[in-house]
């Protein structure tokens, strides 16, 4: 069934796309909004160690998965009409929890598990607001995927606004917000655009109930379901700009020096490209945005390594921005290319989210422990440049098994070399050539499988073998 055919409901109709667009636009901008919010109230009574921010980084980011899952759970397995009483239940819940504030009566101890006490804090203060905010993203879309609106077969447009309202909320509130209010002020004013996003809510799950079927979304068994190779590519696209978003922060703020919200320029561009790319209309798609992103990569390869100097400079730092942005354009616009039909849209931004956990959970913990240096840009944009020359290289399953066999091989010949020969880095760097050779013997074809060897071959003896056991 469809709207009915009076003026009342074509007019409900044309409106469905700027409602839904308005609501997930507030919903996003409240999202990010909060973050900051919250900090700024608790970091006066926990201190701003970077163990607070890590930890804060980590609940934030969980309940963000959290919140994903459950859009995905209640989407797959719930009628429409469930789903808006569940979620507008849960919003009448989460409105008991503003403004959000320290709760009453808790006391910092100082004796005390800091960690476990920092996330407790916050999931008192400000979990079920987040929680509910995390989850309507992707709710939203399946809402709108099961109205009579226009392309409601593919929202993921509503995608694009929603990280433009998380963009705006990130620059104004230190740009605006912070130097005008205080806490307690803008906290009184998140509370009342989460109240008006209560009225958004109610008004996009009136136009999906509306519609005469519940069932938009393409379910039939013809829409065959992502595979784990798709869930994988969807994984790694979003693992990498989210990772180098992170190298390159790090990067600019160890070489460059404090920079006042250093972080900010970053992350903007990174959510800047998901409102770029998610759209069927944008510019920003095809064969010259694959040809930018190889050469951003090679770029951002270089001043990683050194090639521009050991340190880097406010030129170098400009051109390390631009290579980042130009890899997240070109891996944000791919997932797009790659997205799924909208009945599997919830499974699509629940891998999303985690492939960008992965890449902070790389950078932050995995990394540092790893190596001595900051060398997970250069592992990440070599990653990238795999996926982005993946379609010259038709990089198979067995063609890739075949060099992770060969490098391996020749890898571990050249580190045990290395390792009872000689340690020096010259003498390393040629050990690897070595094992490139022997890579090249144990695997000629195909080209794709000889790259993957080359590159194995290369780091195991640089990273092995290296002074203090980390070359890097």
């Given at each position: 069934m469809t709207f009915a055919n009076d003026e009342g409901t074509l007019k409900m109709k044309r409106a469905a796309p700027v409602v839904f667009t308005a609501t997930i636009f507030l919903s996003a901008a409240l999202l990010f909004f909060v973050q900051p919010l919250f900090a700024k109230i608790v970091l006066p009574v926990i201190g701003g160690s970077p163990a607070v921010w890590t930890t804060a980084m980590l609940f934030f980011q969980t309940v963000l998965i959290?919140?994903?899952?459950?859009?995905?759970?209640?989407?797959?397995?719930?009628?429409v009409r469930f789903q808006a009483g569940v979620h507008i239940a849960l919003w009448g819940l989460a409105l008991t929890f503003l403004p959000p504030d320290i709760p009453d009566g808790w006391r910092l101890d100082a004796s005390g598990w800091i960690a476990a006490q920092t996330l407790g804090l916050f999931a008192l203060g400000v979990g079920a607001p987040f929680a509910l905010l995390s989850a309507n993203a992707p709710l939203i879309q399946s809402w709108y995927a099961r109205s009579d609106g226009p392309s409601a077969d593919d929202p993921y447009f509503l995608y694009g606004a929603s990280n433009l309202g998380s963009l705006l909320a990130l620059l104004a509130?230190?740009?605006?917000?912070?130097?005008?209010?205080?806490?307690?002020?803008?906290?009184?004013?998140?509370?009342g655009g989460f109240v008006l996003l209560g009225a958004g809510l109610l008004a996009c799950v009136l136009m999906a109930g509306h519609a005469k079927s519940e069932t938009a979304v393409d379910t039939s068994p013809s829409v065959a379901a992502p595979g784990p190779g798709e869930i994988g590519h969807w994984l790694v696209l979003a693992f990498l700009p989210s990772s180098l978003m992170l190298a390159v922060t790090s990067k600019i703020s160890t070489d460059v020096g404090a920079v006042p919200l250093v972080w900010v320029v970053?992350?903007?561009?990174?959510?800047?490209?998901?409102?770029?790319?998610?759209?069927?209309?944008?510019?920003?798609?095809?064969?010259?945005?694959?040809?930018?992103?190889?050469?951003?990569?090679v770029l951002g390869i270089c001043i990683f390594m050194g090639v521009t100097g050991v340190y880097i400079g406010p030129l170098q730092a400009l051109l390390l921005i631009f290579a980042f942005f130009a890899v997240a354009l070109w891996a944000h616009r791919t997932l797009y290319e790659i997205r799924p039909n909208a009945k599997y849209l919830t499974v699509f931004y629940v891998t999303m989210s985690v492939g960008g956990a992965l890449g902070g959970f790389f950078n932050s913990i995995i990394a540092p422990v790893l190596f001595s240096?900051?060398?997970?840009?250069?592992?990440?944009?070599?990653?990238?440049?795999?996926?982005?020359?993946?379609?010259?290289?038709?990089?198979t399953r067995a063609s890739l098994l075949r060099g992770l066999a060969a490098g391996t091989v020749a890898g571990l010949a050249a580190t045990v070399v290395a390792l009872y020969v000689a340690a020096e880095s010259w003498w390393l760097l040629g050990l690897a050539g070595i094992g490139v050779a022997l890579a090249t013997l144990l695997c000629p074809r195909p080209f794709p499988s000889w790259l993957v060897a080359i590159g194995l071959t290369t780091v195991l003896p640089l990273w092995i073998a290296g002074p203090d056991d980390r070359l890097f």
């Open positions: 959290c919140g994903y899952l459950y859009a995905h759970f209640s989407a797959r397995y719930l009628p509130f230190p740009l605006l917000a912070e130097p005008l209010l205080g806490a307690h002020e803008i906290a009184s004013g998140f509370a970053p992350l903007a561009l990174y959510l800047l490209t998901f409102a770029m790319t998610f759209s069927g209309r944008t510019p920003f798609r095809g064969r010259w945005l694959r040809q930018v992103a190889q050469l951003a990569i240096d900051l060398i997970e840009g250069t592992i990440t944009l070599a990653l990238a440049l795999v996926l982005v020359f993946q379609p010259l290289l038709k990089l």
